[in-house]
């Protein structure tokens, strides 16, 4: 009989995060009751309940030719493509940031294999990366797969903003320990918590991560910018962190996570991209060098229809407008609901976590039969150590007050 089919550094190795799963309970208990309230998705829905997608990008895969629908994509991306994501994630700052660093877009499927890819090359083997403590799940898994661990400051002050002396003690201790620093950062519309960080706490973040690296620590800032495009103050605003960027220490390295899932609501087509800057050319050809590596290595390419289809929003200025405008129509979407949400919550005295955008709204609770109670009311959330994550990508309008009343009853 055979004891032990995987390999020593798999031998623990299990799914903990339960988003997934936990999704997928609520699209079953769905089925069977009409009154069911899913605030479990991360994928952005109308009220009706039909995912919303943008018909400039379906008219754009639906109509590619063979070629650029077919063959595998490009490894290392299109020009349109490529230079599309940069001038779009960067907006303002993009033709400043050039003249500055090295920079370097790499196709990755999904935001996912840009945060993973990026955790394996630039950690060593059982260090720890770094992120708050209210974090998206799945960075375990990244991080196991990594052969990593994760570590932990906390997110928030008393008054609720971001907690920059705990960045800054836990960062310095571990970067002392391991003389390396990984750090995550999801910003802005933090899932799970809907923190957008103000430009104070990233000046301060970029302090921080100076002071270390000005140590000969290497220093690895991982943006993960998922959401960027639902900050409720608008493109400009979400991208006015970059300009922080230029104030960062000549020999780190910041590696920005983007998401065509959220971006594009081309979840199922995984396409993101990991954009690589340094001021250091040494730190950025080492990444170009590895990240061409991992991308042969781990997933080989990535969705063609979905890089074309991209390359066509941005390079075509006509399809670039019709997709802004849809965006704008995804953005008051949530922001009537978020409005509702946090109006009702108000009234009635529920406490969340201070929402600035994206899918999600975040409500701190110590009860930790929390996730049942509400089940048994019919409502889907997602747990996580110490809060309580809310979808408002998937609910209804008219589901609002129903799941505020009743999370203020089980909080
Ligand atoms: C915080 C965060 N980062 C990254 C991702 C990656 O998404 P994808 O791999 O679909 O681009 C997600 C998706 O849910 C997310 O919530």
């Not at 571990?174 to 706490?201: E, H, K, Y």
């Amino acid at each position: 009989m055979i004891s032990r089919i995987v390999g020593q550094h798999a031998l623990t190795k299990k799914v903990e995060s339960n988003i997934l799963r936990i999704a997928e309970m609520a699209k079953q208990s769905k089925k069977e009751h009409a009154d069911v309230i899913d605030a479990t998705v991360g994928m952005l829905n109308h009220d009706s309940g039909a995912l919303f997608t943008f018909p400039v990008i379906d008219d754009l895969w639906k109509n590619l030719d063979d070629l650029q629908l077919y063959p595998y994509a490009p490894v290392s991306g299109s020009k349109a493509f490529t230079e599309g994501i940069f001038t779009w994630v960067f907006g303002p700052f993009a033709e400043s940031l050039k003249q500055v660093f090295h920079y370097q877009v790499i196709p990755t499927t999904g935001g996912t294999a840009a945060i993973s890819n990026a955790v394996y090359n630039f950690n060593e083997f059982g260090h720890k990366i770094l992120v708050p403590n209210y974090y998206w799940t799945p960075y375990e898994n990244i991080a196991a797969e990594g052969n990593c661990g994760v570590d932990t400051f906390l997110m928030y002050d008393e008054h609720y903003q971001f907690n920059n002396q705990s960045f800054d003690e836990v960062a310095k201790k571990l970067a002392a320990s391991q003389q390396r620093l990984f750090v995550i950062l999801n910003d802005p519309c933090n899932n799970p918590t809907g923190l957008c960080m103000t430009q104070d706490a990233w000046k301060k973040v970029v302090t921080s991560l100076n002071e270390i690296a000005s140590q000969g620590i290497p220093v690895i800032l991982l943006h993960d910018i998922a959401y960027i495009d639902y900050q409720m103050g608008g493109y400009n605003q979400s991208r006015q962190v970059f300009e922080r960027y230029l104030e960062l220490h000549e020999d780190i390295l910041a590696v920005v996570s983007f998401s065509g899932s959220k971006s594009f609501s081309l979840y199922g087509f995984r396409i993101g991209a990991q954009i690589g800057l340094s001021r250091n050319k040494q730190v950025l050809d080492d990444f170009a060098r590895v990240g061409d590596h991992s991308v042969r290595g781990r997933f080989s390419s990535v969705s063609h229809p979905a890089m074309s289809a991209i390359g066509k929003v941005f390079s075509i200025p006509e399809n670039r407008e019709l997709f802004k405008e849809k965006l704008l129509i995804a953005h008051d979407l949530l922001k009537e609901r978020a409005a509702a949400f946090c109006k009702e919550a108000d009234r009635i005295g529920l406490k969340t976590l201070p929402y600035g955008g994206g899918f999600f709204v975040g409500i701190e609770s110590k009860n930790n039969k929390i996730f049942q109670q509400l089940v048994d009311a019919h409502i889907f959330v997602v747990p996580m150590p110490g809060l309580i994550r809310v979808a408002l990508s998937s609910i209804k309008l008219s589901e609002v007050s129903r799941l505020v009343e009743t999370i203020k009853k089980y909080v």
